[in-house]
């Protein structure tokens, strides 16, 4: 077996780079750690996101936290929208966050998650142990508090949708300590009464006062009712342990009724199309026959038709096979394209500058952290050959310093004259630099703009009323809101 072809380091870093831009944007929950940022400079934040079991290296932008309207810190729960980067200059894999937000869970949201998970291990959230909640309800007990109007709001809605439904209520505690027990005492005493359904169903309420509906227990009496159980808790967006496990949950207390309760109209246009249905059937069973009957007369004809029959076999069978094979290919060249489509550069054309920016961001960081250790181990260094030179110098005799002080003229020159085209080059380049740098150009009153995600704004086109840029001069920068867009007008 041929050994595999070897490729350079930065190929492979690329290859690891396209699969890791593959992966779709993810959504990350952790705790950070290790925070470092705003950088100085950039204004980028650098740190890790960790969990029970694992670490990794996480990158915000500056325009990203910005935006976020916290300020991140070690401990902090966070969610991080984004995708994996690799950096080709140490191949270190980040995390690149292009939304940020607080977790904001507390303790008692964490257990609510966790017993969440439990259930659904044990299967009481499969959709296959749910029981069928009949499409026509006629007996329907109701598991609510007397005292609230969610019971009148049942009421009137299983009125007015179909009277004809006899409608059962069992009292309990839907709030405050005890309830779950009261809960489940009613549910027994609601699936004593045989109904076809029961709605399980309380006002709107904070996350506090809808955990009555997060216990373990309740949750699993909900689930071994030998009824089938319709909730209807809380408002659109509350969602509890109970909701999870029922037959079937609806967004509010109304919706379950409705759910339950088909209306008068409903029937008759289910028992019209069912008449029509069976209309038809009678029909068709008629016309098969018939034409059973018509069929005894013809046997005789029946050879000649055998053989058409057979040679329409045979090109219908010769037909399919080209049918087939033209499929065939044109599956192939629709995932040829759609492979060709797929491609990061036609995808997203603004990926390679991205990459090239990102790439770019981060030797600039390395750079100017280099820099000062670079010139502290240098100058540590000049300052040890330094003491040793002196002492060296101390141990010369006096005699023998006409020896040396010539040498030592003769090395100053030939040391000065070495670093001479040097310097005469650091200054050009020195010029330049200053010549081309833009805090010169803002030095003299001019000023750079950038957009909420630190692009730097090249046209007004980019910009709309309302959106929020900084602003860069030669002294530092300030935060502005863009009131209007004028567009220069153009010479013909």
């Known amino acids: 077996m041929a050994a595999p072809e070897a490729i350079s380091v930065s190929q492979a870093l690329a290859d690891a780079k396209a699969c890791l831009h593959a992966l779709p944007t993810m959504v990350v929950a952790g705790e950070v750690t290790g925070f470092r940022g705003p950088n100085a400079r950039s204004g980028h934040c650098y740190f890790q996101v960790k969990d029970d079991a694992a670490t990794m290296d996480a990158i915000v ?171 209807g808790i809380g408002h659109e967006p509350d969602t509890s342990i109970c909701d999870m496990v029922a037959d079937r949950r609806c967004s509010t207390p109304t919706a379950a009724a409705e759910s339950v309760a088909p209306a008068l109209d409903e029937l008759a246009q289910v028992t019209e199309s069912r008449h029509l249905r069976l209309a038809n059937a009678m029909d068709r069973m008629l016309e098969l026959r018939r034409e059973e009957t018509e069929a005894l007369g013809k046997r005789a004809g029946l050879a000649s038709l055998r053989t058409v029959e057979r040679g329409q076999a045979t090109l219908d069978a010769l037909a399919s096979r080209a049918t087939a094979a033209i499929t065939s290919d044109v599956s192939r060249r629709r995932l040829a394209l759609e492979a060709l489509a797929s491609r990061r550069c036609l995808t997203n054309p603004y990926a390679m500058v991205e990459d090239r920016a990102t790439t770019l961001e981060l030797t600039a960081e390395r750079l100017h952290a280099s820099l000062p250790r670079l010139v502290a181990r240098r100058g540590e260094q000049v300052g040890m050959l330094g003491m040793r030179l002196d002492a060296a110098g101390g141990r010369i005799a006096v005699g023998e310093r006409a020896l040396v002080d010539p040498l030592d003229a003769r090395l100053r020159r030939a040391g000065k004259r070495l670093f001479e085209p040097y310097e005469a080059l650091l200054a050009r380049h020195a010029a330049s630099l200053d010549a081309l740098s833009p805090l010169k150009v803002i030095g003299r009153g001019y000023a750079i703009a950038k957009d909420a995600d630190g692009h730097v704004v090249t046209t007004v086109a980019a910009l709309a009323p309302q959106d929020a840029v900084t602003v860069l001069v030669g002294d530092g920068e300030f935060d502005a809101t863009v009131t209007q867009v004028r567009c220069a007008q153009k010479e013909d």
Not at 136 to 163: E, H, M, Q, Y
Not at 179 to 185: D, E, H, N, Q, S
Request: charged share 25%; with cysteine.
């Open 61 to 231: 932008w500056r325009g990203v936290y910005a935006s976020a309207g916290f300020e991140l810190r070690d401990g902090l729960q966070v969610l991080l929208h984004g995708g994996f980067d690799v950096y080709a200059g140490n191949g270190r894999m980040s995390f690149v966050a292009k939304k940020i937000e607080v977790a904001g869970e507390g303790l008692l949201r964490q257990q609510v998650a966790e017993l969440a998970r439990k259930l659904e291990r044990e299967g009481l959230m499969d959709e296959a142990r749910k029981r069928k909640v009949p499409r026509f309800c006629s007996r329907v007990a109701v598991v609510t508090s007397l005292s609230g109007s969610v019971i009148d709001d049942v009421k009137r809605t299983l009125a007015r949708r179909n009277p004809l439904v006899e409608l059962l209520v069992a009292g309990c505690q839907v709030q405050g300590p005890g309830a779950p027990a009261t809960i489940m005492r009613a549910l027994g005493v609601a699936a004593a009464a045989r109904p076809d359904a029961i709605l399980l169903v309380r006002g709107g309420g904070s996350f506090e006062d809808l955990m009555t509906f997060n216990d373990e227990t309740l949750a699993r009496f909900v689930a071994s009712c030998p009824v089938p159980v319709v909730t």
